[in-house]
């Protein structure tokens, strides 16, 4: 009788009611451990930032399963990642949510989606999972976590409560309206965990050029993004988009990752390069512009370049040259054609003044890595204190990337837990 009450004792408090908290969760249902399981979510409703990611519509993971090519999304955490991965891969999650009603798409550049478009309907196969069977708690804060001789103290403004193991999955700092506002870190700060240093990742930027500005709605399909920082060459290639405030798309977010703590602002603005097309270097772009005008001499020299980028952009090189885009080809200087060609390799310079407020999509840093068993996300500091999603160290691009990094680090935290009480028990 003893043992039995024991079991029923067992009380497991999950922070964070995101992606890394709801898998938790649900795999300690499927593992059926015998605990009292407690879901603390701040908002009024679970999944909130899981819901509207996506656009709305929810990139539920990646269709790269690729062990390699996967773990080349994360800036930071990748290896950290690899375990997790091995549990729940790509391909593994897309049958989970399939087999839990789900039905989901994979689109041609690899990103996944639930085919009714709706990312409410991800959230929705939690809250079903969870009736009656788990106490979810919503429109509650954790205020203060203490480890205790015999488990942990939580606070909230109902009181304390006691609990044996803890899951803190209550996010980064990014997304701020989404109640991911960094509480995760101050609670691994009170178990005598590290956080390392914090910055925005994948956000779009303000620049200062007009012209740029002036190009709002143009898109480049395989745009470079090129800096120098801290002595080191930084750079990213991809899908660009102008816009009303400066710069935005998968390349502008994948470099954001890459320079995430910079400083930058009007005081002291980072300047990049922009190739417009990331395959072309000054050599092989002054050859083939020299190859055009001698080639078509009685073309106006902007609908050269217009072969070779946008219209709009073309004329903004050309301005920025000070070369009359009416300007026949064959009365192009050497001078010139050069001028034009370092502006379509790297020259073309914008300097970024701000980062977009809100639309940081992730947090880069949080939790330290080395003190966490990346087998099964549990503390090397203090046993029974768990770890999983975005309050890690770990951050990827866009494309499905950091739901991915975290279901598979939840999953990992709720097979291990369930392991550990298997065995004690």
């Known amino acids: 009788m003893n043992n039995r009450t024991e079991k029923r004792e067992m009380k497991i408090a999950i922070i964070g009611g995101g992606a890394a908290g709801m898998m938790a969760a649900a795999t300690l249902l499927e593992e059926v451990v015998d605990a009292e399981i407690h879901l603390f979510e701040k908002n009024n409703v679970l999944g909130k930032k899981v819901s509207i990611s996506g656009g709305g519509r929810c990139n539920v993971t990646t269709g790269i399963n690729d062990k390699n090519i996967l773990l080349s999304k994360y800036t930071r955490g990748s290896k950290f990642l690899i375990p997790a991965f091995g549990l729940f891969p790509p391909d593994k999650v897309f049958k989970w949510f399939e087999e839990q009603g789900i039905p989901l798409k994979i689109k041609n550049d690899l990103r996944v989606f639930p085919k009714s478009d709706n ?5 929705k196969l939690f809250e079903d999972l969870f009736k009656n069977k788990i106490k979810v708690h919503l429109d509650l804060s954790i205020e203060s976590i203490e480890p205790t001789e015999k488990g942990f103290t ?9 609990f044996g193991i803890v899951v803190i999955t209550s996010g980064g700092n990014a997304y701020r309206h989404t109640g991911s506002t960094g509480d995760g870190y101050d609670f691994a700060k009170s178990c005598k965990h590290s956080i390392t240093k914090l910055g925005p990742s994948l956000n779009s930027f303000e620049v200062k050029e007009d012209w740029c500005k002036e190009l709002a709605g143009i898109s480049l399909e395989n745009a470079k993004l090129i800096t120098n920082t801290n002595k080191e060459k930084t750079s990213a290639v991809g899908p660009f988009l102008f816009t009303h405030f400066g710069i935005s798309g998968p390349v502008t977010f994948a470099f954001s990752s890459n320079t995430a703590f910079e400083k930058i602002d009007k005081k002291c603005p980072l ?4 190739i417009p097309n990331a395959e072309y270097n000054f050599n092989s772009l002054d050859k083939l512009l ?3 005008i001698a080639e078509n001499g009685a073309k106006q020299i902007i609908n050269i370049i217009s072969e070779l980028t946008t219209r709009r952009l073309a004329e903004e090189i050309l301005k920025i040259s000070k070369i009359n885009k009416d300007k026949k080809s064959a009365e192009i200087k050497k001078e010139e054609r050069n001028e034009i060609s370092h502006l379509l390799s790297g020259k073309l310079e914008l300097n970024l003044i701000a980062r977009r407020s809100g639309d940081e999509f992730v947090t880069a840093g949080g939790v330290d890595l080395n003190e966490v068993n990346r087998k099964t996300m549990e503390s090397k500091i203090l046993p029974n204190l768990y770890f999983a999603g975005e309050v890690l160290d770990i951050d990827g691009l866009t494309g499905g990337f950091n739901l991915q990094s975290a279901w598979a680090t939840g999953r990992l935290a709720g097979t291990s837990i369930a392991r550990k009480l298997k065995i004690e028990n």
């Open 154 to 162: 939580l606070t909230t403004k109902n009181g304390k409560d006691c």
């Open 119 to 123: 990312g409410k309907d991800v959230v």
């Open 290 to 292: 020299q190859n055009l």
């Open 271 to 274: 300047k990049i390069g922009l």
